[in-house]
């Protein structure tokens, strides 16, 4: 008998999206879409029983409008979902995991939230379901061990995975404790794009966040689909809606800043998130503002986000000094973004790259 999983993480609920300004409502609407397009997946693609791997919600305490309806769409599916707490939504105070009518509004759900190690088991499928929630520092996968009861043991785990992808390290995962861990398959959450591999006998997946969460992240909006038959077996199945996209224009490789504009409206998308890197030396008679051409051109796309990067004339006794101190910025800022290991810090590092270098050639800094 094959058993079949659907396998997501990183939902954040709830998110602020503040990155995306005035279009924040309508992504954090896609959030919410998002997980209910899993939910329907898992009903058409029949399977057995779903795993959410960690930062279902954004934040310890969402709204009670957000945790009713989540609550609603989990109980509707009808199937067993596990659920662990990620590095957002983690048990503490008034944790959504902590209200009391989980179990009466969704019969179906268990919640492995404890900062023990907990086992839910499922013997009309041979399987059992291993999880918690690490204290930080701590592994998730501390104390992991295979019940030879079942033939099939799955791991629950939210957490970076050490030396790669990690973004902290709050709780560290290991490649040797995977393969040294007897599960057939471990279900991973807190890295937002996909990632598929495996260590010895054991599959590990990060399905990745259900919609971008940054202008950067890229390999979004999966699910992962596993069978469980004479061996593990994983599908990557699009439940979101939104993907990242980024671009790369040099402003002196465009007759005027109007073809440059159309440049950029040509990749109108209403669901592409477009990070735009302006370089290259600008025109004599050229005037660029980063944010008026995001306004200007966003119109098409789910969100638009305009780096300025682009050197300026300036007067020749003011370069040698200006391009010393560029330099410095530059060579400091790529250190700083080779150490950052939150896509996010990245992020914040070319805006501050960029606005560093517009003051240095005395443009206005917004």
């Keep these: 008998m094959s058993v079949r999983l659907l396998h997501i993480a990183d939902a954040h609920l709830g998110a602020s999206c503040a990155f995306l300004g005035e279009r924040a409502g309508e992504h954090r609407a896609r959030l919410e879409a998002a997980l209910e397009r899993a939910m329907r997946t898992a009903k058409e693609r029949q399977c057995d029983l779903v795993l959410i791997a960690g930062d279902l919600f954004e934040s310890p305490r969402p709204s009670e409008r957000l945790l009713q309806q989540t609550m609603r769409v989990l109980a509707s ?23 009391s009518d989980w179990r009466a509004r969704c019969p179906n759900v268990r919640l492995l939230a ?12 041979g399987v059992v379901v291993h999880g918690g929630a690490a204290p930080r520092g701590e592994s998730p996968l501390r104390g992991l061990k295979r019940d ?9 785990a939210h957490g970076g995975l050490l030396g790669e992808l990690v973004t902290d390290e709050g709780q560290p995962i290991e490649r040797e ?23 010895g006998p054991t599959v590990a997946c990060y399905p990745g966040a259900l919609e971008p969460m940054a202008f950067d992240q890229k390999n979004t909006g999966c699910a992962a689909l596993v069978t469980l038959a004479e061996s593990v077996t994983v599908e990557q199945v699009r439940v979101g809606s939104a993907r990242a996209g980024a671009l790369e224009l040099k402003v002196d490789g465009f007759a005027s800043a109007d073809d440059l504009a159309q440049a950029i409206a040509a990749r109108a998308d209403a669901e592409l998130l477009l990070q735009v890197t302006l370089s290259g030396l600008l025109p004599e008679g050229w005037s660029l503002n980063a944010g008026d051409m995001a306004q200007a051109c966003g119109a098409g796309l789910a969100a638009l986000e305009v780096i300025d990067l682009v050197e300026r004339w300036v007067p020749e006794e003011r370069a040698t000094a200006q391009e010393g101190i560029a330099a410095m910025l530059r060579q400091e800022a790529q250190r700083l973004m080779n ?3 939150e896509e996010e810090q990245r992020r914040r590092i070319g805006e501050a790259l960029r ?5 240095l050639q005395g443009l206005e800094v917004v």
């Design 77 to 99: 599916l009808g199937r067993p979902v596990c659920i662990i707490p990620g590095t957002h939504d983690l048990k503490q105070g008034r944790s959504p995991y902590a209200v």
């Design 114 to 125: 404890s900062a023990e190690l907990m086992s839910v088991e499922f013997p009309d499928l």
């Design 339 to 341: 150490e950052a290991s």
């Design 177 to 199: 404790k995977i393969a040294a861990s007897g599960m057939d398959y471990v279900a991973l959450g807190h890295w937002h794009g996909w990632r598929q591999w495996a260590e």
């Design 355 to 359: 606005l560093g270098l517009a003051a």
């Design 148 to 156: 030879e009861r079942f033939r099939w043991n799955i791991a629950l």
